[in-house]
C-alpha cells in the first residue's frame, strides 16, 4: 500500500485530505508542520507528500527544500495552498514541488494527479 505524508497545521484540511485518500486506497500519515514532517519523512518512508504553504515553525516550502536536501530516497510532493500567485507557484516548484494545487481542492483535484504521480495501487 503507498503511503503519503500530509502536512498541513489545519485539522480540518487534514482529515478532509486523508478521507480522501485512504477512500482510494492510501495509508496516510499526518503531520501539522514542516518540523514535525522532515522528523517522520527522515524516520519513515513515503511514496508521497501533500504539503500546505503557510504553517508554524517550518513553511511548506522551507520543508520542500530541507527534504530535497536529505540523502534519501525522493518522492513526489504535491504543494496544496490558498497562495495563487505565479511568484507562489514558482517558489514552489524552486522548493522542490512536483505539483501546485489551490485550495479548496475538489477530491478529483486532489487524486488524479496523486495517482498519476504515483501509478496504480
Do not use: C, W
Not at 516548484?93 to 495517482?115: D, V
Request: zero cysteines; glycine letters at 4%; aromatic letters at 6%.
Amino acid at each position: 500500500m503507498k503511503r503519503i505524508l500530509i502536512v498541513d497545521d489545519a485539522a480540518t484540511v487534514r482529515l478532509y485530505h486523508r478521507t480522501i485518500l485512504e477512500e482510494a486506497g492510501y495509508s496516510v500519515v499526518e503531520a501539522v508542520n514542516g518540523v514535525e514532517a522532515l522528523e517522520k519523512a527522515l524516520q519513515e518512508t513515503f511514496d508521497l507528500y501533500v504539503v500546505d504553504v503557510n504553517m508554524p515553525k517550518l513553511d511548506g516550502y522551507g520543508f520542500l527544500r530541507e527534504l530535497r536536501a536529505q540523502n534519501i530516497a525522493q518522492v513526489p510532493a504535491v504543494m496544496v495552498s490558498t497562495e495563487a500567485s505565479d511568484a507562489d507557484r514558482r517558489r514552489a516548484y524552486q522548493a522542490g514541488a512536483n505539483l501546485y494545487l489551490l485550495k479548496p481542492t475538489r477530491p478529483e483535484q486532489l487524486l488524479s494527479p496523486i495517482i498519476l504521480l504515483l501509478g496504480a495501487q
